[in-house]
């Protein structure tokens, strides 16, 4: 074809802008200040104009979370999107990786992702005495603590603040257990004393089951009866819905500090101040075995999951395994400077258990690793002993309770963290600067009431007490005197006292079935946490 005939793609001539056509010009200046906040100063001037001394208002700051939605989330859909079963992402040691991190579950080979070695927060109540008790809710939205002064205290699973705190027994709590249906919690005093509590914190019953300490409590694998441990040396097995005694397990020479219920069969391990770890069969009240293994008081006890290894911390500052199965003991662990407190195991990796003691240390144990050494350690986690260690039922939050008077969250390390589990050691928490004014105003949205200025007197302000005589609501509680509508989130509502096979509770002489001892709900809303540490806690003779 000719060039001549070629079409025309390009106009022949240069097009020009329009006349006072928009050009670019910013970039030739420099830059400018952000404009000054002029909301902020007229609340600033209000604020002057009210006498408030000419106090900056605080920021509303977002409070620190550990949220496991995101990670179920992505876990459920490489679930059904992997090549094989056993495939999960392997997690590289870089920031943009943490999306990657899936709930311990996803890895059950791999132990070091569920080393919960890296702090998060502590909870402190404004009246502050010492934390012998940490349990999670059978939802694992909240965790209950239970202190000396004989209060139940509920904090919030998923940010850590206060929710509300309950006067529950007149002596300090020494034992608390949820049963395995949820329905029910019992809790016990220095008095000897046993109550009965709905999830709605409820007290339905209340009866004296020893004349000591009770020490250790624990639901039978059918929840129909549970044991008790006291400070009398015996052991008692209670009908759970009757309220009555069946047997009384007697065979310790001392007091006896901790008991739990195997978590299939019927057999039970008690440990006690005589220095033996004892096995009971609950159907004939005869002791089966003894161990002989501690030289010093056995202070706690734990079943693994699946029932075939026992844990036993005692004073002589070693922890060791237990294999019923032979008889024999698996595996001695010594690590703690001190006598060991606590001890509980992994709810996903059946392998690792993590021991509290008086040190206030926190170890963490591999019992698949050939060397009797701590996994990972938290020196100095808590300035006093670590009375007890509760794991999230996913296994990715672990909660512990200590004589300073705190409850501390710890949890993963992220693939990005220097000097966590990823680079082979802890981190001791820092020191908590914040005061209790400050605090109370971190509000979260959608999470409810948390207390502060705001808030009602006695409840979350951190008042003289509950008015009992008056007809009040607690926000997102309830109804106090009628209990009506007394609905916690997650919780569900408050029914009447029924047992599991729906007859009514049955009552005991001297206690009301609403009875929640002399101090009763009028201490339900006795303030809540502050800011800052204890120092040298007080040492108590737990």
Sequence with gaps: MPPSSAPVLLPTTNLKPPEGAWKPNMFEEDPRPPPPDIERQQQEEAAQKLGMDGKAIKKAKPRRTVDYGGELG?????????????????????????????????????TSTSLCTKFVHTSTNKIRYPVNIVAWTPEARR?????????????????????????????AIRAMRWNHTGTYLISSDQAGIVKYFQPNMNNVAAWQAHREAVRGLSFSPDDTRFVSASDDSKLRIWAFEEMREE????????????????PTKGLLASGSKDNLVKFWDPRTGRALSTLHSHKNTVQAIAWSINGDML??????????????????????LKGHKKEVCSVTWHPVHHSMLVSGGSEGDILHWSLDSPAATPRASLDEAHDSNV????????GHILVSA????????WCRERPSDVGGVWKMGGEKPPEDTTGAEEQDEDYVPGFGFVGGAGGMEGYGGGGDGYDQQQNMQQPGFGSWQNQQDDFIPGFGGSANVTNMQGGAMPSQPG???????????????RGHRGGGRRKNGRWNDY
């Design 143 to 171: 965790v209950l603590t239970a202190s000396s002064s004989g209060e139940l205290t509920l904090w919030n699973g998923l940010t850590f603040n206060f929710e509300t705190i309950l006067q529950a027994h007149d002596s």
């Design 311 to 332: 844990a036993t911390a005692s004073r002589d500052q070693s922890l060791r395994v237990f294999d019923i199965r032979a008889m024999k003991e698996f595996k001695a």
């Design 247 to 262: 047997k009384t397990l007697a065979g310790h020479g001392w007091d006896v500090k901790c008991v739990e219920w195997h």
């Design 387 to 394: 009375w007890c260690l509760a794991y999230h039922p996913l």
């Design 74 to 110: 992505r876990w459920a859909m490489i679930k059904k999107m992997r090549p094989n079963p056993s495939y999960s992402p392997y997690i590289r040691p870089a920031p943009p990786f943490v999306v990657d991190l899936l709930p311990p579950k996803a890895y059950p080979t791999n």
């Design 402 to 409: 200590s004589n300073d008077h705190t409850t501390r969250f």
């Design 511 to 525: 206690f009301s079935a609403g009875d929640g001892g002399a101090s009763g709900g009028r201490e339900f809303g």
